[in-house]
């Protein structure tokens, strides 16, 4: 019996503990609607007090309390869109970025609903001591992959861009819009670095160790999808084993999704 007493007090002083630790969103206005943990990730469901919904997903508690209040602020200037209405928001805490990912349901452009072209979501990225989010996604126009970049200011200065490269995509493509190109260090930086580390970080085998997919891999990939652009995964999956490049299935997928966006096969 005093066994069980112990046990349970252990597990008071716990839960205690952890509650000590865990990020007070309350102050904020934020409400805690579900949490899970898959390993080291934890991920919250929240709700703010106007109801609107964001996901945080993050393994470090020092680093999500550091950015929290960059998730809280940019949630709001995101809710606070005209023309692009999102059927979900996520945030994903990594050790040296923040990055957030849109889906959207309606971007409205010319009295029409465009957000089929951008099936894979909008994705942004921050370092912990900058204010400002990057986006880097990519929209599909008459089989041409674009890639929609820069330093995001608002919703008034992403708007007249992608609806640029939507309307007049071969001629968006020819005024400078590049593929990713993971041998040009001098383009790519460090947001190269931050793609290697987020396939790194998302690669767990079964026994949930981090493995890094070779940059070389990572190229072949890249060069496949971009000469080919109109295969479907299963056709570039075929493609990659019969040169015989060695990765998993799910590398191929976090290749796709983090370089191109390609989250629907």
């Given at each position: 019996?005093?066994?069980?007493?112990?046990?349970?007090?252990?597990?008071?002083?716990?839960?205690?503990?952890?509650?000590?630790?865990?990020?007070?969103?309350?102050?904020?206005?934020?409400?805690?609607?579900?949490?899970?943990?898959?390993?080291?990730?934890?991920?919250?469901?929240?709700?703010d007090?106007?109801?609107?919904?964001?996901?945080?997903?993050?393994?470090?508690?020092?680093?999500?309390?550091?950015?929290?209040?960059?998730?809280?602020?940019?949630?709001?200037?995101f809710?606070?869109?005209?023309?692009?209405?999102?059927?979900?928001?996520?945030?994903?805490?990594?050790?040296?970025?923040?990055e957030?990912?849109?889906?959207?349901?309606?971007?409205?452009?010319?009295?029409?609903?465009?957000?089929?072209?951008?099936?894979?979501?909008?994705?942004?990225?921050?370092?912990?001591?900058?204010?400002?989010?990057?986006?880097?996604?990519?929209?599909?126009?008459?089989?041409?992959?674009?890639?929609?970049?820069?330093?995001?200011?608002?919703?008034?200065?992403?708007?007249?861009?992608?609806?640029?490269?939507?309307?007049?995509?071969?001629?968006?493509?020819?005024?400078?819009?590049?593929?990713?190109?993971?041998?040009?260090?001098?383009?790519?930086?460090?947001?190269?670095k931050?793609?290697?580390?987020?396939?790194?970080?998302?690669?767990?085998?079964?026994?949930?160790?981090?493995?890094?997919?070779?940059?070389?891999?990572?190229?072949?990939?890249?060069?496949?999808?971009?000469?080919?652009?109109?295969?479907?995964?299963?056709?570039?999956?075929?493609?990659?084993?019969?040169?015989k490049?060695?990765?998993?299935?799910?590398?191929?997928?976090?290749?796709?999704?983090?370089?191109?966006?390609?989250?629907?096969f």
């Amino acid at each position: 019996m005093k066994r069980i007493i112990g046990s349970l007090a252990v597990g008071f002083l716990l839960a205690a503990c952890l509650s000590c630790h865990a990020y007070d969103w309350e102050k904020n206005g934020v409400k805690l609607l579900d949490r899970s943990e898959s390993g080291s990730k934890t991920s919250l469901t929240l709700k703010d007090e106007k109801n609107q919904v964001f996901k945080v997903t993050y393994q470090d508690q020092t680093m999500l309390e550091r950015v929290a209040p960059k998730v809280i602020k940019f949630k709001n200037e995101f809710y606070g869109w005209r023309r692009i209405k999102f059927s979900e928001i996520s945030f994903m805490v990594f050790d040296n970025f923040l990055e957030e990912i849109i889906i959207p349901r309606e971007i409205t452009h010319r009295d029409q609903n465009i957000a089929s072209a951008v099936p894979a979501g909008i994705t942004m990225l921050s370092e912990p001591n900058r204010e400002v989010m990057h986006y880097d996604f990519r929209i599909i126009k008459d089989n041409l992959f674009l890639r929609i970049e820069g330093d995001y200011l608002n919703e008034d200065e992403l708007m007249p861009k992608l609806s640029y490269a939507y309307d007049y995509p071969s001629l968006y493509l020819k005024r400078g819009e590049s593929p990713p190109d993971p041998n040009d260090k001098q383009s790519a930086g460090i947001d190269e670095k931050t793609r290697q580390a987020l396939i790194y970080f998302l690669n767990e085998d079964w026994y949930g160790r981090y493995k890094a997919v070779p940059p070389e891999t990572i190229k072949k990939v890249i060069e496949l999808r971009q000469n080919n652009p109109w295969l479907t995964k299963n056709q570039l999956w075929k493609a990659l084993k019969k040169e015989k490049v060695k990765l998993t299935k799910r590398e191929l997928e976090l290749i796709l999704i983090i370089y191109f966006n390609e989250f629907d096969f």
